[in-house]
């Protein structure tokens, strides 16, 4: 099943896992397809990033920010990734994607893709940064104004020293993406 066939899957189950609240999980069970593999007969690397856009859109549609990004004219944007892979996961195995909102800070999101096999042990992680862009005032969104426009009362709390790391190590390497145009 390619990606357009999950995430069809995912959005015409969102109603019936709920209303994404922060804090929660979205949890997204998968089977590792012959179009998912490599030559090692597991999950390709790119699978997992693409797997992680399910997990993340489904956080989207069920929190409700597809509907005021529509609204606005504002689109969520990634920023960056990082994964780490530390288990296979084999040819017709079933996985989890366990996807998270961890926390924000100004136009920043970190969030957090867990994939998680059936004995509940961790083949990999994937941190993402994201925010979301508004074209008509070119500029990205404070996070606090997305949350009070969900109509959600929560505050961020404050980034672990890993989330820290991350999002200093992000803002070098896109500086120098962008130093080497």
């Known amino acids: 099943m390619y990606v357009w066939l999950r995430l069809a899957r995912m959005m015409a189950t969102a109603k019936s896992r709920g209303r994404y609240r922060m804090g929660d999980e979205s949890r997204l069970t998968f089977r590792c397809l012959p179009t998912d593999i490599d030559s090692n007969l597991h999950l ?3 699978r997992y990033m693409m797997l992680a856009d399910v997990g993340r859109i489904d956080i989207f549609a069920r929190a409700g920010l597809i ?3 529509r609204k606005h004219r504002w689109a969520p944007m990634m920023g960056g990734l990082q994964a ?5 996961i084999r040819l017709w195995k ?3 994607v366990v996807s998270t909102v961890e926390t924000w800070e100004d136009t920043q999101v ?3 893709h867990r994939f998680v096999l059936e004995d509940g042990r961790t083949a990999a992680l994937v941190m993402t940064t994201a925010g979301v862009y508004d074209f008509g005032a070119r500029r990205f ?8 426009n969900l ?9 672990t020293e890993e989330e820290r790391t991350f999002m200093a190590s992000h803002g070098r390497l896109r500086q120098l993406a962008k130093d080497a145009t």
């Open 141 to 148: 969104v404070p996070i606090d104004e997305v949350v009070g």
């Open 151 to 159: 109509g959600v009362d929560a505050k961020p709390r404050q980034p």
């Open 94 to 96: 079933k996985f989890e």
């Open 84 to 88: 780490v892979y530390v288990r296979e």
């Open 44 to 46: 390709n690397n790119a």
């Open 67 to 69: 509907a005021l990004a």
């Open 110 to 112: 970190i969030g957090r």
